[in-house]
């Protein structure tokens, strides 16, 4: 706790028109990168009721309509122990004209015999409620489980289970012991509740009020579902990708949260005042005239860091390569001397330094399914344990699931990540705005004569008097060279006042003008 007390951690969110996306910073360096679309309607944690549209007995599974243009698939397994229970309880609730949600009086049905078959549990065009585990990926739809639960801060609720689990990361038995005394005191019946982590040290009243916040939404879920509703239909929005990346990750050691949206950074002080009272403050409406991932060097490291070659230290760079079934990282040592004497030691050195990187890119692009890392060959036994205990101590605060297995004789390392959501892909080729990738431009030497031209056509159009001018920062400082500098020249010459600003993500040639109120006004 002491070491990441001192990192210092900071969150940028960019919100524009079609995306928000959220950038984790420690000491300024990029970790964790995420984007939301704004029209996504399916997101990991949400409920809905669903109709059964096929079964698949190889499988043992089912594909289930929710509305998602391709079906969702659920494997038998996913169904859950108390999968009969819910049953029983969504067909009672359903189809009775009394409308009660006395749900603490539910009866337990049977447990899910898990040698079953998925045909003797499930028919075509049944209804069946179910949640969203995996978002789509690719050409696939939404993964589900009928183990429905609940996610919040401090806690997970589970209905029909009558269990408390606390976080094994809880060390203290006096904590443990206190924490789970605290919940069964509170738990209504039928309800089960894990314990995660950071709701060590919590007061009953925090605690208390969260599992009411938690089971008000589970009743909401039952009240739509006593309403007559047809599937599909969702019941429960899971929280924005930004709520829940802040109730997820936010702790005390944060310093700083940076939101370029007035009603976004409201929405999360609210947020921080429900899960760390007193903590608003490091929440800033972020007003500058610069990108706000300009500003605070994200946009530098996206283009650096999401390539397909990821240049390190001393010539060491890495290569990154996606297919359909899993993500293979290629080490190499690049320019390094090599020497028959030293050569077990430089490759020690290069793996050790690529494996921190690997990590970060890991985390970063968030990686997920089958990862196959191609090391330099080592034929010392003690250095290949090394270095397969420094990626399992790196990863050991990867919030994904995982698991890492040792390097074989071929200097190949295999880890397998939970993948939940599609990977993180950044484009990081520029075409050109000139040539639109034909090859083609014109004479870069008249760049400033076709800048001048469109200034002097929206001065005479519109008859304006302040323009801001954004482009590459090259261009920037060509602009403003020399006295008088060009930028001088037109500000007399046509009496309007170019206010100019560099764009790290512009491509080279790149240039936009807008008013006063931002509005972009070539196009």
Known sequence: MSENAMINNELVIDVASSEISIALLEDKRLVEFSKEVSNSRFLVGDIYYGRVKKI??????????????????????????????????????????????????VKRSSILDKEGKIQDVLVQGQNIVVQI????????????????????????????????????????????KRLRNLIESIIPPNYGVILRTAAEGKRAAVLDGELKMLIQRWESCCE???????????????????TAIIRDILTVSFNNIYVNDFNVCNEIRELISTILPGRERIVKYYEGNVPIFDQFGITKQIKGTFGRVVPLKKGIYLVVE???????????????????????????????????????????????????????????????????????????????????????????MQITRQRTRPEMRIKTDEICPACSGSGHVAPSILLDDQIENQLAYYKNETGMKRVIL?????????????????????????????????????????????????ERIDH
């Open 56 to 105: 698949l007995p190889a499988l043992n599974a089912a594909f289930i309509n929710v509305g998602h243009e391709k079906d969702a698939f659920i494997h038998y397994l996913d169904l859950g122990a108390n999968f009969n229970t819910l049953m029983n309880f969504v067909k009672n609730i359903t189809g009775s004209k009394q409308k009660t949600l006395s749900f603490g009086k």
């Open 133 to 176: 585990v995996k978002e789509p990926i690719s050409t696939k739809g939404p993964r589900l489980t009928s183990e429905i639960s609940l996610a919040g801060r401090n806690m997970v609720l589970i209905p029909f289970n009558n269990k408390i689990s606390i976080s094994q990361k809880i060390s203290e038995p006096e904590e443990k």
């Open 224 to 242: 739509k579902l006593a309403s007559n509703i047809s599937a599909p239909k969702l019941l429960v929005n899971e929280v924005n990708r930004t």
């Open 322 to 412: 996606r297919t359909e079934a899993l993500h293979v990282i290629d080490v190499n040592s690049g320019t390094r001397h090599k020497s028959e004497s030293d050569q077990e030691t430089s490759a020690l050195e290069v793996n050790l330094t690529a494996a921190e990187e690997i990590v970060h890119q890991i985390r970063l692009r968030d990686l997920g399914g089958i990862i196959i890392i191609d090391f330099i060959d080592m034929y010392n036994q003690e250095n290949r344990q090394l270095l397969y205990e420094k990626m399992c101590a790196l990863l050991e605060n990867d919030r994904a699931k995982h698991s890492v297995l040792p390097l074989t004789k071929f200097g190949l």
């Open 470 to 518: 954004k482009t590459h920062p090259y261009i920037a400082a060509y602009l403003q060279k020399g006295f008088p500098s060009l930028l001088t020249k037109w500000t007399i010459r046509y009496k309007c006042l170019i206010k100019l600003e560099a764009v790290n993500s512009f491509s080279f040639l790149e240039y936009q003008f807008f008013n006063t109120h931002g």
